[in-house]
């Protein structure tokens, strides 16, 4: 019984910054990884970052690394995704979700695919003009 709200989305200049929050609710005691996500028409899903919620660790797709920081404010049950050098090309809605099972841990399971999360958010859109 886990909910998931993002928020922050917006329309910024290349260049920018901006910070993306998901506050999570219910059970959320039983999440094992969070990531945020994100879809562009006639693209497939990608992801973009995960955290792992034990230790938290984190893993950044290739496009985001150096630019994009994942962090977890545990008293406030909210994952954040703090944006920063930001490009056309990640012009997206961005997705904030959670594996409640613990599927990420399992041998030859790709985080960053999505596959094994099982809760996801409504979305929040980005947009990033030159």
């Known amino acids: 019984q886990v909910t998931l709200v993002e928020s922050g989305g917006g329309s910024v200049q290349a260049g920018g910054s901006l910070r993306l929050s998901c506050v999570a609710s219910?059970?959320?005691?039983?999440?094992?990884?969070r990531g945020w996500f994100r879809q562009t028409p006639g693209k497939a899903r990608e992801g973009v970052a995960i955290l792992d919620d034990d230790n938290n660790r984190t893993r950044y797709a290739d496009a985001v690394k150096g630019r994009f920081t994942i962090s977890k404010a545990s008293t406030e049950n909210t994952l954040y995704l703090q944006m920063k050098s930001l490009k056309p090309e990640g012009t997206a809605m961005y997705f904030c979700?959670?594996?409640?099972?613990?599927?990420?841990?399992?041998?030859?399971?790709?985080?960053?695919?999505?596959?094994?999360?099982?809760?996801w958010g409504q979305g929040t859109k980005v947009t990033v003009t030159s």
């Open positions: 219910g059970a959320t005691d039983r999440i094992y990884y």
């Open positions: 979700a959670a594996d409640v099972f613990g599927g990420s841990y399992s041998q030859g399971v790709e985080p960053l695919s999505g596959a094994v999360y099982n809760i």
